[in-house]
């Protein structure tokens, strides 16, 4: 099977930069990925890691060691706008494409 | 518009009742998901489909069943609502090709009373 693991909060200040860290334990998993979802929102998809290291995307980077079982998505110049949920979530060996989500993680950026 | 839509956005039903969620998406993506998400639990996946006619269980399919006779559509039934599905419903999709990114559905809030 697999689980994730994730810190339930993480707190901090506008302009900073946040590290949200996932550990997984997995048979095996083609790819980790990260969603955020805000207070009464859906998920949205924001960043896949297939390989090993890191991806850029604007403020948001995530990154993956397969050797470690460990992730994170990296948040710079935090934004009032950017307090969500964040879910890391896998796409477990041999699946039909469906994923193994986190718990979450709730974000709340303060002024 | 294109996307994917739940309907309904809200329900609230009395247990022992059947309720049925719709989920329609415009894209024709292959894949379709159904997940509850309750507070501490993150979201979890009820039944998932890989095409029209092709359905399985997820983590937690008891009480629920599922059809797909079209490719867009994807309903869940609740056949005899209890309390403990009183949850947020997120119906999701994605493309049989590439990452894997689901796209979901804006939710339907249920409450069995």
């Known amino acids: 099977g697999q689980s994730l693991e994730q810190p339930s909060e993480v707190t901090a200040v506008e302009g900073a930069i946040v590290q949200i860290n996932c550990t997984y334990q997995?048979?095996?998993?083609?790819?980790l990925s990260w969603y955020q979802q805000h207070d009464g929102g859906a998920p949205t998809f924001l960043s896949y890691?297939?390989?090993?290291g890191l991806e850029e995307t604007g403020r948001f980077s995530s990154f993956l060691s397969r050797s470690d079982s460990y992730g994170y998505l990296l948040l710079q110049e935090l934004q009032m706008k950017d307090s969500a949920s964040y879910f890391c979530?896998?796409?477990?060996?041999?699946?039909?494409?469906?994923?193994?989500f986190g718990s979450g993680t709730q974000l709340t950026v303060l002024p | 518009d294109a996307g994917i839509t739940q309907s309904p956005r809200y329900k609230i039903t009395e247990t022992g009742r059947q309720v049925t969620l719709m989920c329609h998406q415009t894209?024709?993506?292959?894949?379709m998901f159904w997940y509850r998400q309750d507070l501490g639990h993150g979201l979890r996946l009820i039944y998932y489909?890989?095409?029209?006619?092709?359905?399985d269980k997820g983590e937690v399919p008891d009480g629920y069943v599922v059809s797909r006779s079209k490719t867009e559509n994807f309903p869940l039934t609740l056949e005899s609502a209890t309390r403990s599905q009183t949850s947020v419903y997120f119906c999701?999709?994605?493309?049989?090709?590439?990452?894997?990114?689901?796209?979901f559905g804006p939710g339907t809030r249920l409450t069995v009373l």
């Open positions: 999701a999709s994605s493309a049989r090709e590439g990452r894997n990114t689901q796209y």
């Open positions: 997995t048979s095996g998993f083609y790819g």
């Open positions: 890691n297939g390989l090993d």
């Open positions: 979530a896998v796409l477990p060996s041999g699946s039909a494409r469906q994923l193994t």
């Open positions: 894209w024709s993506h292959s894949y």
């Open positions: 489909s890989a095409a029209a006619d092709i359905t």
